[in-house]
Every structure is written in C-alpha cells, then in structure tokens.
C-alpha cells in the first residue's frame, strides 16, 4: 500500500524541480536594460517634474528606476519590451531632439492620454502602484497645458498675409497630376473636398480649425449609426487651417495646413488597428512620414480612442 | 438503467449550459451602434436630415464671443459665384448656414466641438431674376422662425462669405 503514495508524490515533486530548474536557467537570458545618456531633459515647473518622473519616466525616459522584481525573467522580457516601446514613442530624455512645437504637442497628448487613461498602461501601475497620478496630480498637468495653448491674436497681419498669399498661388500654379503618396503607400485623394461633414473642431492648443469630411460610406455610416466599428471603404479627411480673427472675435479659415486621411479596412490594414493613416501637408500635399513606420505615431496617439474604433471625432448626423 | 441521480445530473448540465449559452447570446446582441460614439447633441433632428447632401462646403466660422461655430454649404453656383467675388446672389443658386453653439470635445483637452444646434438657414434663389427664398429654423427641434426682423443682416453676412482655400489637386 506504501508504493503508489511515493509514486504520487514523485508525480509533483518531479515537475515541480523541473520547472524550478528552468526558472533558474533562464534567469541568464536576462535582457539588457540600459540608462542611455540624458540629452536634454523636459524643462517644465517642479511640481510638473515631480508628477511625470514618478508616474511616466520608468517607460519614456533615459532615468528607469526597476523595482526588484521587474529584473526577474520572464517579467523583465516584458518589461524591456515596454521600455523600448515606449522610450522610442516619447522620451524627456531627449527632449532636445524635438522641435519646440512637437514638444509641445507630444506633451499636450501625452495628458491627454493621462486624462483619456490610456496612460500610465494599466498592466505597469498593476505592479506599481505608486504611479498611479491622483485626480490632483492630473488637474496639475491639465493646468500646465492649458497655460500652454494659443490665445489668437486679433487681425494678425502675418496669418491674414499667409493667407492671401496662398490664395493667390492658387490661383496661378498650375495643377500637378502627380498624385503625392505617403511611404505607407496611401494615395492623395482629391476628392474629399466633395465629401459630406463629419464634424469640425477648434483646437485651442495649437490654435488651429478643421473640417472633418467623410466619403459615402462613411456618411452612410453615420446616418444608419452603425459607426462601432466603422465599415470597411469607410475614408474620414480632417482638413487643418489656421485660424484668422477679426476685432469682434469672429474667426474664420486662415490658410490651409494640412489633410490627414483615415481609411478603413479591418483585413488590409489589420497591423494599424484597421485603418490606413496618412498626412499631406501644405497646399503643395508633401506626404508626411519619412519611413513606412511613421504609423506608429498615428496609432499611438489613436489608442486612447480603441472604443471608439480609434476614431477622435463624434459624428454629427446632418 | 437510467437513474434519478443520472437524470439530475445530465438536468444540471443542460442548465449549465442553456445558461452559458444564453450569456453568450445577450452579450453579442448587445447594441453594437454605440450611439455614444455620435454627437448627438449637435446633429440634426430626423425630418432635416439630408438637407446639406449634394452641397459642397464653402467655409467654418468660429464666433468667439457667442461661443458658436458655423458650417456654409452652398451648391455648384455658389462655388462659382464665389470665385468671381460676386456678392449678389446668382440664379439657381443655394446656400445653407448651420450654427451650433460649442462645447468641449470629451476626447481632447483643448478641443472645441459644435454642442447644441442653434440654427439651419436657407438661402435659395426662386425663379428668375432676383427673386430668392430665405428660411431659418431654430433650436434642437428645428422650428421654422416667423420674426422675419434681422433676415436682410444674415442675408448679407451669407453673401459675403468667402470660400475656404483647399489644394488645387
């Protein structure tokens, strides 16, 4: 009667060392996680400092600070994923290498992801809790941004001479046939001048207005409110301008700055979340993005929005 | 053979299962429009929807003061009235104005969005010669407005409207 309990218990104890033993070995395929130089760190007021080192520095910084338990495989082959990612979306270490006005906008989105809760990831404040920003850590940082966006300054003579100087180019270039194509391989298309509206935005922080337009089917879309998830050949167009103010605080479309384009297609465009991104800027539409992956920005910034089918704008049915 | 113990037993499985199945069903029926993901304060009420379709758009305007945003539409004469800077309204041509007062994106801090519908204007062009139609309707509920005092002022601002610039391709 004695024989099958060791048996049983060699059935546990066996694996069981097995698996410690493994545990052990790969203990030694650690990853590297390196501290690479400060370049140049974000310049914003202390209590500022204070919020973004505690709860967004161990991942978009050159200043990671690992607890004991990040270092144990295989947490820490997440961990150096995660650091990698997104040290190479956003790093205050290297802030230096950004132009005033993209670090002002990456700063602007990244609270808007903090107030989206998109960010911190909640898988990292899991195990960090101390991260986690509080309702007044976030009200600090709305505050900071908020002093951060653009007051217009009334019958501004530069933006009203932008204006009529691209209006008069128009007027005289001669019409390209080249369609301009971004390094993801989306087309131009002209057409969305045509196209029904989605909506229009100002935004304060950059100090800009848009008109949202949508293709057929995407205004079809949104008058049949079947938009969660979009229908694939559904294309959304944001048109960018600069906006021009009189004395009496009415304002209308300065110069045209840009048209972004998203175009839906849940199988072909399965590694961007479903949608085909791309930017032409200026009326001369120079496609943005130097390589194909400039993507990555877009679905970063998009993220926040998956429950929306990463789309920002709130259809107006009209 | 087949046992009272049997029968409760295959009875509970047939329960687990009726009861997995239907969580199943009540989940994937559950409303995928998700009419959060529309602005529905700012959209037009069902007897004026389509209104704007086959017009192109002319311009937004932002009034900073009123906390308003409007949209022009106008039909193919008006973009062509429009580029010869005529201010007089042109045979077969028509125009809408919609204003919205504004509110704040929920999506972006710093964004401003159109918020409740203020009002739907139409300007249109009857018969020959000079002749033209003007409507306004107003609030959510879209009532046609009979005070016609201040419709030669709005009649002027519409006319003297600019096109937006857009890339020429």
């Given at each position: 009667m004695k024989k099958p309990k060791i048996y049983k218990r060699k059935v546990i104890v066996?694996?069981?060392?097995?698996?410690?033993?493994?545990?052990?070995?790969?203990q030694f395929i650690r990853p590297v996680i390196t501290n690479p130089p400060v370049t140049g760190n974000l310049k914003v007021p202390h209590e500022v400092q204070t919020i973004l080192r505690n709860s967004c520095y161990d991942c978009h910084s050159n200043e990671t600070n690992l607890a004991w338990y990040d270092k144990i495989v295989p947490v820490s082959w997440l961990v150096a994923q995660h650091i990698k990612e997104g040290r190479s979306g956003l790093n205050f270490s290297e802030w230096d290498k950004l132009s005033a006005a993209d670090q002002k906008a990456k700063l602007w989105e990244s609270v808007n992801q903090v107030s989206q809760g998109a960010m911190p990831l909640q898988s990292y404040t899991l195990a960090h809790p101390q991260a986690?920003?509080?309702?007044?850590?976030?009200?600090?940082?709305?505050?900071?941004?908020?002093?951060?966006?653009?007051?217009?300054?009334?019958?501004?003579?530069?933006?009203?001479k932008a204006l009529n100087n691209q209006t008069e180019e128009l007027k005289k270039v001669e019409k390209s046939v080249k369609i301009p194509k971004t390094p993801n391989g989306i087309a131009?298309?002209?057409?969305?001048?045509?196209?029904?509206v989605v909506s229009t935005t100002q935004r304060l922080d950059n100090g800009t207005m848009r008109i949202i337009y949508g293709n057929d089917i995407a205004i079809k879309a949104i008058k049949d409110k079947k938009i969660n998830p979009w229908p694939d050949g559904a294309i959304l167009a944001k048109a960018a301008y600069e906006e021009v103010e009189d004395e009496?605080?009415?304002?209308?479309?300065?110069?045209?700055?840009?048209?972004?384009?998203?175009?839906?297609?849940?199988?072909?465009?399965?590694k961007t979340n479903g949608w085909g991104f791309s930017r032409f800027k200026t009326t001369e539409l120079i496609p943005y993005g130097k390589r194909a992956d400039f993507v990555i920005e877009c679905m970063?910034?998009?993220?926040?929005?998956?429950k929306n089918d990463y789309v920002f704008t709130l259809p107006i049915r009209q | 053979m087949y046992s009272h113990f049997q029968y409760v037993n295959n009875m509970k499985t047939i329960l687990y299962f009726t009861g997995i199945i239907s969580l199943f069903f009540l989940f994937s029926c559950s409303d995928k429009t998700n009419e959060n993901a529309l602005n529905k304060d700012a959209s037009l009420p069902d007897a004026m929807l389509d209104k704007v379709s086959g017009l192109q758009v002319i311009n937004s305007s932002i009034n900073k003061k009123k906390h308003t945003t409007s949209l022009l539409y106008g039909n193919q004469k008006t973009v062509e009235r429009l580029k010869s800077n005529e201010l007089n309204l042109q045979k077969g041509e028509k125009l809408i104005w919609i204003t919205w007062h504004q509110k704040s994106d929920p999506n972006w801090i710093g964004a401003i969005i159109p918020g409740k519908l203020l009002?739907?204007?139409i300007l249109e062009s009857v018969?020959?010669?000079?002749?033209?139609?003007?409507?306004?309707?107003e609030g959510n509920k879209m009532e046609l407005q009979k005070d016609t005092l201040g419709n030669a002022h709005r009649i002027k601002q519409l006319l003297n409207q600019k096109k937006a610039n857009v890339p020429q391709l």
């Open positions: 066996i694996p069981v060392i097995i698996l410690l033993l493994i545990f052990a070995g790969i986690k920003l509080s309702q007044k850590d976030l009200k600090v940082l709305e505050n900071y941004i908020w002093g951060l966006r653009v007051n217009n300054k009334p019958q501004d003579t530069a933006k009203i131009y298309i002209a057409d969305y001048k045509n196209w029904g009496d605080g009415n304002i209308s479309q300065g110069a045209f700055k840009q048209v972004e384009f998203m175009a839906k297609d849940h199988i072909k465009y399965k970063n910034c998009h993220k926040p929005m998956e | 009002s739907l204007e018969g020959e010669k000079d002749a033209f139609n003007y409507q306004k309707f």
